[in-house]
């Protein structure tokens, strides 16, 4: 779907995972970078075979369905299963070139936890990723990558970083924008090991229900290890 540049402004986010699974820390950090930015949409991307780490446990056709039946409680979450659909590696740079040629007018916002960040480096095509999109970096209250970047993203750093979030809106991509979240203490290897362990009652509050009951059904994690 193309859009104009008179009709759109606002950024659409991107938030890429391997959703393994998909949990409400996940939810609740799109849903929160959502609503500090007034985006009108966030999509959320789980990659097929992601390049940086290894192979996610549940199969991308069950990764997806999971993500598809936890934004249907997220008015302004949606899925985008492009990269499950690609053959081949899961690059983030090739998503962005596919919606920047979908969405000409809309800015793109790539939303990247601190690790992530600090791993944009060793990324494919990584510098071009900023002539697609802006890079929106979450952090916890009090937690700064400065510091701990490499040189080369330092320089990109220092010329791109905004304190102004209108800027995300005035040009398609290249910016850097830092938004400070609210902390949630869920990981999906924590769930993967409940799981394993048989105590899916001990993470009912970090998975949505409908997740939860779909990984019962297809018996997901059930001796999977408690793997990053």
């Not at 039946?69 to 596919?98: H, K, N, Q, W």
């Not at 809309?106 to 510098?127: E, M, N, S, Y």
């Not at 937690?143 to 979030?165: F, I, N, Y």
């Not at 899916?200 to 059904?217: D, G, K, N, Q, T």
Request: charged share 20%; with cysteine; hydrophobic share 45%.
């Amino acid at each position: 779907m193309e859009t104009n540049a008179t009709s759109v402004a606002r950024p659409l986010g991107v938030l890429g995972g391997t959703f393994d699974p998909i949990h409400c820390g996940h939810l609740e950090l799109a849903r929160e970078v959502r609503d500090a930015l007034a985006l009108p949409e966030v999509l959320l991307v789980p990659a097929g075979d992601p390049p940086h780490r290894a192979a996610p446990l549940a199969p991308a056709v069950h990764r997806l369905a999971m993500v598809e039946l936890a934004v249907r409680d997220y008015p302004g979450l949606a899925v985008d299963g492009r990269e499950i659909a690609r053959t081949g590696r899961s690059y983030t740079v090739l998503t962005l070139e596919e919606l920047r040629q979908e969405r000409r007018f809309q800015p793109l916002a790539l939303i990247v936890g601190a690790d992530t960040f600090l791993g944009l480096p060793g990324w494919h095509r990584w510098r071009e990723i900023f002539a697609f999109a802006h890079i929106v970096l979450v952090a916890r209250p009090g937690h700064d990558v400065e510091g701990a970047m490499s040189a080369d993203l330092e320089r990109e750093w220092r010329a791109r970083l905004t304190a102004d979030a209108r800027e995300l809106e005035n040009v398609k991509g290249g910016r850097i924008y830092r938004q400070t979240i609210t902390p949630h203490a869920i990981s999906a290897s924590a769930i993967r090991a409940a799981l394993s362990g048989g105590r899916a009652a001990a993470i009912r509050s970090m998975v949505p229900p409908a997740v939860l009951a779909y990984i019962a059904r297809n018996h997901l994690y059930q001796h999977s290890p408690d793997a990053t």
